[in-house]
């Protein structure tokens, strides 16, 4: 392999029922800084059946400077198998010298089969992309082994360099509808071969919780809370502010709720309007989940806590007294409003 035959970064524009998924933009948003450090280009793979000529145009005006589209009746529904064909031949013909894809069910279904048939390396769930200054390789970094250790992985001999990348860590650029893109067709043939799998239904299951990455406040409750009943009138707070409820790692470890509750570095990472850590001390493992929330409030009864490096607003106190208090004085000003 000729290394230098590669260039650019192509990101794979995940699609369900014709709608681009929200990872695609995220993944625009770091390949645009790794194709701006690199000076190459970043293009985005839409592969599906009857896609909207709006999908291209979206994905060009968050960032990417061509859209290359597979659109075959084949490719309705997500299948490995025709999926991988038409990645692998994406890669074949465009030689792009980093490829995205997002840690989805998806992503992680899809890119180990194709960096398998197009015999590079790939590194599971990054949370950090950056580029080597000399070498310019992709190092890769990603929490193994539970997140007790940071692993940065590079694959310096073949190409393209291959990575899924974790939901919600990477911003979305600006959209900027005057941005200006390509759009190519690609044609690939799906043979009926292919088709190993015969998919009998598709269940689209009802979202009936909303996911904490997507809330603009979030009240978090920590190991200060004391116990599930004081943690529970969190709620009230949530209730109020039209929140959600979340939590740090010792709450979920004490099963006081579900993992998916969980923000932290082996948790959710999360970016809300306001954050509140209630009873939460601030350890590395926790602000690395929250840090980059626009206000974060912190109550903590003791001073000297960590948390209140990382605060826009401090309050020294015993949570549970503040909690009531704050409910009330929320419910008054609505009433008053
Ligand atoms: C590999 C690894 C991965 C990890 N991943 C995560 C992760 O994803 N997310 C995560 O959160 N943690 C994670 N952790 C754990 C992390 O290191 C901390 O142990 C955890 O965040 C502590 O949770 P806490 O702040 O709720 O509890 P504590 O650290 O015990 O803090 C409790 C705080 O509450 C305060 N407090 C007590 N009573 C009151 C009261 N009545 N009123 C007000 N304040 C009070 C205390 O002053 C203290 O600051 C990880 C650890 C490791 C080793």
Redesign the pocket.
Request: aromatic residues 0%.
């Given at each position: 392999m000729n290394i230098s035959d590669y260039r650019g970064v192509m990101v794979f524009a995940e699609q369900r029922r014709g709608s681009v998924q929200k990872i695609a933009y995220e993944l625009l948003g770091v390949g645009r800084r790794i194709a701006d450090t690199l000076q190459e280009p970043l293009v985005a793979l839409l592969i599906g059946s009857k896609l909207p000529d709006s999908a291209a145009k979206e994905l060009i005006a968050q960032g990417a400077d061509k859209v290359i589209v597979v659109d075959d009746p084949a490719l309705d529904v997500y299948m490995t198998e025709p999926y991988a064909k038409a990645m692998t031949k994406a890669i074949d013909t465009y030689k792009p010298g980093i490829v995205f894809t997002g840690a989805t069910t998806i992503g992680r279904d899809l890119a180990p089969r194709v960096s398998a048939r197009v015999k590079t390396g790939l590194t599971a769930d990054c949370t950090g992309l950056e580029i080597e200054d000399g070498t310019r390789n992709l190092l890769m970094t990603r929490p193994a082994f539970?997140?007790?250790i940071m692993a940065t992985i590079v694959c310096p001999e073949h190409r393209p360099q291959m990575s899924t990348v974790r939901a919600g860590v990477m911003r979305k650029l600006e959209r900027d509808e005057t941005r200006k893109g390509t759009v190519e067709r690609l044609d690939v043939k799906i043979e009926a071969k292919d088709k190993n799998v015969e998919i009998l239904e598709v269940v689209v299951e009802k979202a009936t919780k909303k996911n904490i990455e997507d809330a603009n406040v979030l009240i978090s409750?920590?190991?200060?809370?004391?116990n599930l009943d004081n943690y529970n009138r969190l709620q009230g707070i949530a209730d109020e502010l039209g929140g959600l409820v979340s939590?740090?790692?010792?709450?979920v470890d004490a099963g006081w709720v579900g993992q998916d509750k969980?923000?932290?570095?082996?948790?959710k990472t999360v970016r809300p309007d306001v954050y509140f850590a209630?009873?939460?001390?601030?350890?590395?493992?926790?602000i690395?989940?929250m840090e980059d929330s626009e206000f974060i409030v912190a109550?903590?009864?003791?001073a000297s806590?960590p948390?209140f490096e990382y605060a826009d607003i401090g309050i020294v106190?015993?949570?549970?007294k503040v909690v009531p208090a704050l409910v009330e004085e929320l419910k008054a000003a609505k009433a008053a409003s």
């Open positions: 539970g997140g007790n409750g920590g190991r200060g809370m004391g939590a740090s790692r010792a709450v969980q923000v932290g570095q082996t948790g209630c009873g939460i001390s601030g350890m590395i493992q926790h690395a989940g109550i903590n009864k003791n806590a948390i106190a015993d949570i549970n």
